[in-house]
């Protein structure tokens, strides 16, 4: 296995072969159909494609909430079918980010404890400075004794963005980020997480299907119908738009 | 996760209240039966300790078999002598306590019987040993004084120096009123009992005690062990001698038979609103997670285990009981003082005083409160931890109801269970009470609970059948309601259980009195031929009177006492024997006679069943023994059945029974108007001798049967007030659903108003959701109780319950107050719902 030794040094989660079927027969449908894929460490990596076409599966399955009907999918070397349930928490707990479209916090939880609170919930002692650091980055510093309902969108969406960063996770999920945001508020929470990849090493995937979000990223992968059918790097949102649009979006 | 949840209970306050509500007032019953009862007794240990503290040693009857009662022949005067010569007895003093004794005041008013005894004594003028202390006047010397109770002469109006004509158990006399009394040294320690003194010799005599005492009470100097072994060698047969921590401890015991029974009723009240808070919670809880679902779904997203999610439950649980069952021993405290005030206000006088609240109190009502919530959460609580962190991703979700396959299979095994423990306690043979009414609780209480399980499988047919009419008739209001209480069944079902076993508990009750009233009415109707039935307690006097009236042709009396089957007084049974005249019973009473009354005080008559387990017959002899030592051999004359006037196992005649019992109090007079007057002549006789007097209740056939009624009723609505308190919670529980419902409803409710329905009939469609579901509780309630009440009327015996009888009228005024119910309960939630702004609601997440 020296491909797979070589790419841990840098992919922080790949797939094999994988695939995630529902149903069965004349019902099945295959959302993932033999996709080997790998986010290399480090990066900022969108994934794009039209709607259905298996883009949140493959990062719900690589981000080990659901599971795979076929193949294999990693976080770092760690493959995760060979974990139970209570392992593929502790995991997620320490080496996955999540940040949602929407109903990311605890309503009744300040935003600091909202940041703060996967490492609550491991019962570890948050990195202050580091914690700070992120806060700061994403411009909260003055708002972290705030509830989620005395926020903005956007500032919530922040509060989520400094949670996911808060363990240093492995790598973070982002599903759809700003997808319920204006474009000036989405344009700010995608500069944050470009500055949490560029300056303070951490690894992002972000599923979209917004051409001009994925031109925030280092490289985007294409999916339509489970399978990856192209990728791009540096890629600006024309170029992206144009893709898509040949994908008939 | 602690302060999540915390903050997570304080969020909402209202339905925590609402929550908490149910526990707190479980609790607080239980609190205030244990306090009250620890009040009680220690107010009367105290109590005791004063009477006795200063007896070394006390003379009295002894008792041979059973109860230490007005049965057993008092001291001889010449005991007293004997005992008083002694030189290790510095002090005898003789005592008297009898009754019933009442003083006509200047108003022509008797003070009020039937609460705390209202007794004469004997004045002594030694307080130390009999506590009886002058407060004004002076103590009655001579026959024709006397000296009353302070509280008395609070009560009425009385003069000192004034004459009152004086009731007394066998004559009514007037006496000079010279002085007031107070029973206790320090304090009033007569806890409402009431008190007329007399000069000794005269309330020997006046009190019916000839030339006798009750006990004498002793200061010995010296070893005290010592001198009751001399007293007791100079004892004639049937009196003894006993320390006074013996009398004391004695005292206490008679006490805490009756507040065991007293607590035990209170706890078992407390019992069944926690038992139907635990629905109330659970229900909640599982709302409350099926609402949070996405929220514990991000959790489990960003790292929280099953366990910690099920933890946070069960620590929301927690907290509920923990606050809940603090602000339940506030309110224990409080009703613990309104308990006191109600016996208070039914004769009962208390000395004021910190209630106890002891250090055991405070256990229970936490374990009840805390370990009640935490168990009913427990359900909800595994339900949330199995939650997939994929629910923090869905658009909407909602909880998987349990499965079908499952539910039935554990509601049928439970039901089993409950049937076959209910019938076993019903119709299994028992020594005791304590095994089969354990057996028959654990029964019910499983019973209920696979009703809980089983009840959302009958929330379609049912709430279906009956939504179908409000449906029709209030238009789609009535049919989105409809809907939504049958959305899901399990929640619908839920809601409604607690009502649904508090009207099953109101329909059992409620059927079992119906089923006594139409045994006893129908006893009556078909076997007392007596015309007219006396009671009190009747002096010789009296009867007498009755006896010689023209208008009167057969009287009969009944008493009881304890007679011994044998005689051998350790080991023979001891059983309750009634005494009638033999020569007039017949005539009065239709008892289901075989053989014959016959007169003479050689025979007695056996009740059936008594007869069988004794294997007596007819000409067979029997062995009695009595509480004056006395042991004769009787002949079964005859075999009677069961009637509500007579329910012994053993008749006596009077005679044996005025030879043999020492105070051989009637307390039932039978009478029969003669032939040749109107019934209306025969009743006006009859009311010339008593008078008016409010101790003696004369009834004719009529008057009986309404009064046995009463008396059942008004047990039935105290009963019924206390399972009310049940309804109520399931009345909070059903509001409790609803505001979630709505809240969790927002957007729905928005769309409705969006495209048009009417703030009205948003209202309209909550509140007769509301009614759906209270309905359903209560059908299922009745029917409940319908099956456990004819079950209890089978199993109780005939001779109390011969047949069932089901209360339309009740059961149909159960139904109406469902619906009531219903209605009550939806207004803050509807209003709610009616008052949703339509653009909020829409974008409600």
């Excluded at chain 1, 399955?61 to 392992?87: F, H, R, W």
């Excluded at chain 1, 935003?111 to 609170?117: D, K, V």
């Excluded at chain 1, 808060?166 to 944050?192: H, K, M, Q, V």
């Excluded at chain 2, 051999?633 to 030879?659: K, M, N, Q, R």
């Amino acid at each position: 296995m020296e491909t797979a030794s070589a790419a841990t040094s840098t992919l922080a989660a790949r797939t094999q072969n994988a695939s995630k079927i529902y149903g069965m027969g004349d019902t099945e449908v295959r959302a993932l159909d033999d996709v080997t894929v790998g986010f290399a460490r480090g990066a900022f990596t969108a994934i794009m494609g039209p709607s259905g076409s298996g883009k949140s599966t493959l990062m719900h399955t690589m981000a080990g909430l659901d599971p795979l009907t076929l193949g294999q999918s990693y976080i770092g070397d760690v493959e995760l079918s060979s974990l139970n349930e209570k392992e593929l928490t502790l995991l997620r707990r320490e080496q996955v980010g999540f940040i949602f479209q929407a109903f990311n916090l605890i309503p009744t939880l300040s935003a600091m404890e909202n940041i703060t609170l996967p490492m609550d919930l491991a019962k570890t002692k948050p990195d202050q400075a580091w914690v700070e650091n992120v806060i700061s980055t994403v411009g909260l510093a003055d708002r972290t004794s705030h509830r989620p309902d005395e926020l903005s969108g956007g500032q919530q969406q922040r509060v989520a963005v400094a949670r996911a960063l808060a363990s240093r996770p492995e790598i973070i999920f982002a599903d759809e980020p700003t997808g319920n945001l204006d474009s000036r508020t989405g344009g700010e929470i995608l500069d944050f997480m470009r500055s949490a990849v560029r300056e303070l090493g951490q690894t992002i995937v972000m599923v979209t299907h917004d051409a001009v979000a994925a031109s925030y990223s280092d490289r985007v992968v294409f999916l339509a119908d489970g399978k990856i059918v192209d990728e791009m790097h540096e890629p600006t949102a024309d170029a992206v738009f144009d893709h898509m649009k040949s994908l008939g979006d | 996760m602690f302060k999540m949840t915390l903050r997570s209970v304080f969020s909402n306050k209202i339905r925590f209240l609402l929550t908490a509500l149910s526990v707190v007032l479980g609790v607080a019953f239980v609190v205030s039966a244990f306090v009250v009862t620890d009040g009680l007794r220690s107010t009367f240990s105290d109590l005791s300790a004063d009477i006795y503290s200063q007896q070394d040693l006390t003379v009295r009857p002894a008792a041979p078999f059973g109860e230490r009662d007005g049965d057993l022949p008092p001291v001889p005067d010449q005991v007293l002598a004997d005992v008083a010569a002694l030189d290790s007895v510095v002090e005898a003093t003789p005592a008297i306590f009898a009754g019933e004794v009442l003083v006509v005041d200047d108003l022509g008013n008797e003070p009020e019987t039937g609460g705390p005894p209202v007794v004469g004594v004997n004045w002594t003028g030694n307080d130390a040993l009999d506590q009886f202390v002058l407060i004004d006047g002076v103590g009655p010397s001579s026959p024709t004084e006397i000296a009353i109770d302070v509280n008395t002469f609070a009560d009425g109006d009385y003069t000192i120096g004034n004459e009152y004509v004086v009731k007394g158990p066998i004559a009514t006399e007037t006496f000079t009123l010279v002085g007031t009394i107070r029973f206790g040294v320090d304090e009033d320690v007569s806890v409402g009992a009431r008190f007329t003194a007399f000069e000794a010799e005269t309330a020997q005599r006046f009190l019916d005690r000839q030339d006798a005492w009750d006990e004498i009470a002793l200061a010995i100097d010296g070893d005290i062990e010592a001198a009751q072994a001399e007293i007791t060698a100079l004892l004639p047969q049937g009196v003894e001698v006993v320390s006074g921590d013996v009398s004391q401890a004695e005292f206490n015991d008679s006490f805490n038979e009756f507040l065991g029974p007293f607590r035990t009723i209170l706890l078992a009240f407390a019992f069944v609103i926690l038992f139907v808070s635990a629905f109330l919670i659970n229900n909640t809880f599982n709302i409350i997670v099926g609402q949070r679902i996405r929220e514990l779904g991000l959790l489990r997203a960003i790292g929280a285990t099953g366990s910690q999610v099920r933890r946070s439950v069960l620590v929301e649980a927690l907290l509920v009981g923990l606050i809940a069952t603090a602000i339940g021993l506030g309110l224990g405290l409080l009703g613990a003082r309104g308990l006191i005030a109600l016996l208070e206000s039914q004769g009962g006088e208390f000395p004021d005083g910190p209630l106890p609240l002891a250090f055991r109190t405070i256990l229970v009502a936490l374990f009840t409160g805390v370990v009640v919530t935490v168990i009913s959460a427990m359900i909800p609580a595994r339900k949330a931890s199995t939650i997939s962190p994929m629910e923090a991703l869905q658009e909407t979700s909602s909880l998987a109801e349990s499965s079908n396959a499952r539910r039935s299979i554990i509601g049928a095994v439970l039901a089993l269970v409950g049937i076959v423990a209910t019938l076993v306690g019903l119709f299994g043979s028992f020594e005791d009470a304590t095994p089969r009414l354990t057996i028959l609780g654990f029964g019910a209480i499983v019973s209920f609970i696979a009703v809980a399980v089983l009840s959302p499988f009958l929330v379609r047919p049912v709430v279906g059948l009956i939504g179908a009419p409000i449906a029709g008739a209030f238009g789609a209001a009535g049919s989105m309601a409809r809907r939504n209480s049958l959305r899901s069944p399990q929640r619908t079902a839920g809601t409604a259980v607690a009502l649904t076993i508090g009207l099953a508990l109101i329909a059992t009750v409620t059927v079992l009195a119906a089923s006594l009233k139409s045994t006893v009415t129908e006893s009556l109707e078909t076997r007392v031929n007596a015309g007219y039935v006396v009671f009190g307690e009747l002096t010789d006097a009296q009867v007498g009177e009755v006896a010689a009236l023209p208008g009167i042709s057969e009287t009969s009396v009944i008493g009881s006492g304890e007679v011994l089957l044998g005689d051998d007084f350790d080991t023979d049974e001891v059983v309750e024997a009634e005494s009638v005249n033999f020569s007039d019973i017949e005539a009065l009473v239709d008892t289901g006679l075989t053989g014959d009354y016959t007169p003479g005080g050689n025979h007695v008559v056996l009740e059936k069943n008594a007869a069988e387990d004794y294997g007596l017959g007819i000409g067979d002899d029997i062995t009695l023994s009595f509480k004056n030592l006395n042991t004769e051999i009787f002949e079964v004359s005859g075999i009677y059945e069961y009637t509500d006037i007579l329910d012994a196992p053993v008749i006596i005649d009077t005679t044996t029974f005025t030879t043999n019992f020492a105070e051989a109090d009637a307390f039932v007079l039978l009478a029969r108007g003669a032939d040749d007057v109107t019934p209306a002549q025969a009743r006006t006789q009859l009311d010339t001798v008593f008078d008016g007097d409010e101790n003696f209740e004369v009834n004719d056939q009529a008057e009986y049967l309404e009064s046995v009624d009463q008396e059942i009723s008004s047990l039935l609505s105290i009963i019924n007030i206390f399972l009310g308190l049940a309804v109520g919670i399931a009345l909070i529980g059903i509001i409790n659903t609803l505001t979630l419902s709505v809240f969790e409803r927002t957007r729905e409710i928005g769309l409705l108003r969006a495209v048009g329905m009417a703030r009205r009939q948003a209202r309209r469609m909550i509140r007769w959701e509301s009614v759906l579901i209270s309905v359903f509780g209560g059908i299922l309630g009745i029917a409940l109780g319908l099956l456990f009440g004819y079950a209890l009327a089978t199993a109780i015996p005939d001779s109390i319950i011969s047949g069932v009888s089901f209360p339309v009228g009740s059961l149909i005024t159960f139904v109406i107050m469902a619906i009531i119910a219903g209605f009550v309960a939806a207004i803050m939630p509807a209003r709610r719902a009616a008052k949703l702004n339509i653009l909020d609601a829409i974008s409600h997440v």
